[in-house]
């Protein structure tokens, strides 16, 4: 349910609403407009006819029922488009946001070599996995603590922002102490302990779509982090599995208007995943700015030919300068500023 203060109202008679919702068991979640503020009551759908009463507490305009099923998320509870700060950059408001970097951190000279790199070519974030969900159990699993490690020395020498994967709930807290925003990959989507987890450390959040989840499910997915009090979660669009074999996945770039149309979270596109081949890249970046996306997330490597992982989807160095020039007139053309 969405309780719609009335315009002026006091801030006693929302303190009074939040409590009221509060004592009906539900949570509250307050949204502060110029004109008016609006309160979200989540919870236990089953009691929520109870909470239409409301409407006769002094400062209430309306009480009206979220029809989604995710709440939090929806356009119908924020209609405002959300951007999120991570470090200095904002995703989600009028400059298009390129996340850069290796799959994998892998040495010192390589995570600190490509964070210059991508920094020169115009990204603000850098990417890099300390911790790897790999398919095979024998595959390189990430450097781990020592990646975060390398990955705050990149930061310290260039100033960027560095977003990297946490796999498990016991290890949100270690890597929120270096991370400037924790990534859930698309194998853990639907890992309803490390959602909440996330959604409990006030970190942003890049959220990557599940390789076999549908809009609503990854929207739904979005909503567990949102419930625990984090509003701070941009989506990843990456690729989906379908009957395709020529490309890793099938980029699914239908989900950017889908999700823009009903949540105000921002959403951006990962080419590299989505296709699984470098060449596909740079032509997918510029259809997921046309579309509307947010941002980028392009993974680079300085000779990609000796990647621990991802090697064949990895820009180099020159490739990913191209893409940064190529793309301006599409980020120009969806009105954002590169
Ligand atoms: C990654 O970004 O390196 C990654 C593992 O992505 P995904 O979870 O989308 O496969
Ligand atoms: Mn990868």
Known sequence: MII????????EDLQRVIHTIEELGYQSHVIRGTQRSVIGAVGDERGKARLQSLEVLPGVESVVPILQPFKLASREFKRSQTVVKVGEVDIGGDRLVVIAGPCSVETEDQILETAKTVKEAGATILRGGAFKPRTSPYAFQG???????LL???????????????????????????????????????NFALLKRVGEVKKPVL???????????????????????NYNIVLCERGIRTFETSTRFTLDLN????????????????????????????????AAIACGADGLMIEVHMRPEIAFSDGIQSLKPAAFRQLMQEV???AQAAGRRL
């Open 4 to 11: 719609v203060m009335k315009s002026g109202a006091a801030e």
């Open 143 to 149: 450097l781990g603590e020592e990646g975060l490690r």
């Open 152 to 190: 705050a020395a990149a930061r310290k020498e260039t100033g960027l922002a560095i977003v990297t994967e946490v796999l498990k709930p016991e290890d949100v807290d270690l890597v929120a102490e270096t991370a400037d925003m924790l990534q859930i990959g698309a194998r853990n989507m639907q």
């Open 207 to 229: 959220l990557k779509r599940g390789i076999s989840s549908t809009i609503q499910e990854f929207l739904m997915a979005a909503e567990y982090v949102l419930s625990e009090g």
């Open 255 to 286: 989900a950017v208007p889908v999700i823009k149309k009903h949540s105000h979270l921002p959403v951006i596109v990962d080419p590299s995943h989505g296709t699984g081949h470098w060449e596909y890249v740079t032509p997918m970046a510029k």
């Open 328 to 330: 301006a007139p599409f």
